[in-house]
């Protein structure tokens, strides 16, 4: 009984330890995305059918760019633009672009921020029952949280243990939840927070062209239907 008790002790203070070690690295992660200010992230994105298999059934890629209020957001499927100009939004599979100008009653969407990528330190605790530093994996800090009985119920993150920054996620979702989905690989293959994007990068141009005082999708998107949708007109209301 002694020993059960001793090994019971000894547990709890690993993850005692653990849990305190990854709460201040979680606040030294979240200081760090906060003062990027522009970032160049690409993400692989690789989809399981079992914990235990090497072999993904789907593989996707995401990437997010942004430079000062200009973002673009890319995956396999979609496209969008957002510049001081307009927002530009493609849908590959039904080759649509929508072209919103932003006018006196289209307001511009909240640029993204590198703060809002990472969740809230507490809440992060709380979502995971156990919390385990699993040592140094290929030069990054490795921390397993585990909640057996929730929706996610094993995260593995992979930290950089210079710039605590996130180059490594493994999900694990409930089987019962997600019986042909279950393992969820996400790699950073690239992480780029000081980037050099060249003159236009971010320019409609790319996408729509002028012609005539109208909008026509540019060389490289011809096959695309574009709509335009134009900025809210409407009279005020006058007094009786």
């Given at each position: 009984?002694?020993?059960?008790?001793?090994?019971?002790?000894?547990?709890?203070?690993?993850?005692?330890?653990?849990?305190?070690?990854?709460?201040?690295?979680?606040?030294?992660m979240?200081?760090?995305?906060?003062?990027?200010?522009?970032?160049?992230?690409?993400?692989?994105?690789?989809?399981?059918?079992?914990?235990?298999?090497?072999?993904?059934?789907?593989?996707?890629?995401?990437?997010?760019?942004?430079?000062?209020?200009?973002?673009?957001?890319?995956?396999?499927?979609?496209?969008?633009?957002?510049?001081?100009?307009?927002?530009?939004?493609?849908?590959?599979?039904?080759?649509?672009?929508?072209?919103?100008?932003?006018?006196?009653?289209?307001?511009?969407?909240?640029?993204?921020?590198?703060?809002?990528i990472?969740?809230?330190?507490?809440?992060?605790?709380?979502?995971?029952?156990?919390?385990?530093?699993?040592?140094?994996?290929?030069?990054?800090?490795?921390?397993?949280l585990?909640?057996?009985?929730?929706?996610?119920?094993?995260?593995?993150?992979?930290?950089?243990?210079?710039?605590?920054?996130?180059?490594?996620?493994?999900?694990?979702?409930?089987?019962?939840?997600?019986?042909?989905?279950?393992?969820?690989?996400?790699?950073?293959?690239?992480t780029?927070?000081?980037?050099d994007?060249?003159?236009?990068?971010f320019?409609?141009?790319q996408?729509?062209?002028?012609?005539?005082?109208?909008?026509?999708p540019?060389?490289?998107?011809?096959?695309?239907?574009?709509?335009?949708?134009?900025?809210?007109?409407?009279?005020?209301?006058?007094?009786?």
């Amino acid at each position: 009984m002694i020993r059960i008790w001793l090994c019971l002790g000894l547990c709890l203070m690993g993850f005692l330890c653990s849990a305190q070690n990854f709460e201040a690295d979680l606040e030294k992660m979240q200081n760090a995305y906060v003062s990027i200010s522009d970032f160049h992230f690409k993400m692989k994105i690789r989809h399981f059918t079992s914990p235990q298999s090497n072999s993904p059934v789907a593989t996707e890629t995401m990437e997010a760019c942004k430079s000062g209020e200009q973002v673009i957001f890319r995956t396999d499927d979609y496209q969008i633009l957002v510049n001081n100009e307009c927002m530009i939004s493609l849908a590959k599979a039904n080759k649509v672009m929508v072209y919103a100008p932003f006018g006196e009653y289209n307001e511009e969407p909240e640029s993204l921020d590198t703060e809002q990528i990472m969740p809230e330190v507490d809440s992060l605790l709380q979502q995971f029952e156990s919390i385990i530093f699993k040592g140094i994996t290929s030069g990054l800090k490795h921390y397993r949280l585990t909640s057996p009985n929730a929706m996610i119920m094993q995260m593995d993150l992979f930290i950089d243990p210079t710039e605590f920054l996130i180059r490594k996620t493994v999900l694990l979702y409930h089987p019962r939840l997600f019986p042909d989905n279950q393992k969820v690989e996400i790699d950073y293959i690239l992480t780029d927070v000081n980037p050099d994007f060249p003159t236009g990068y971010f320019a409609e141009t790319q996408f729509v062209d002028r012609q005539d005082d109208e909008l026509v999708p540019s060389k490289g998107y011809q096959a695309y239907t574009l709509v335009v949708n134009t900025p809210f007109e409407f009279e005020p209301e006058t007094g009786q």
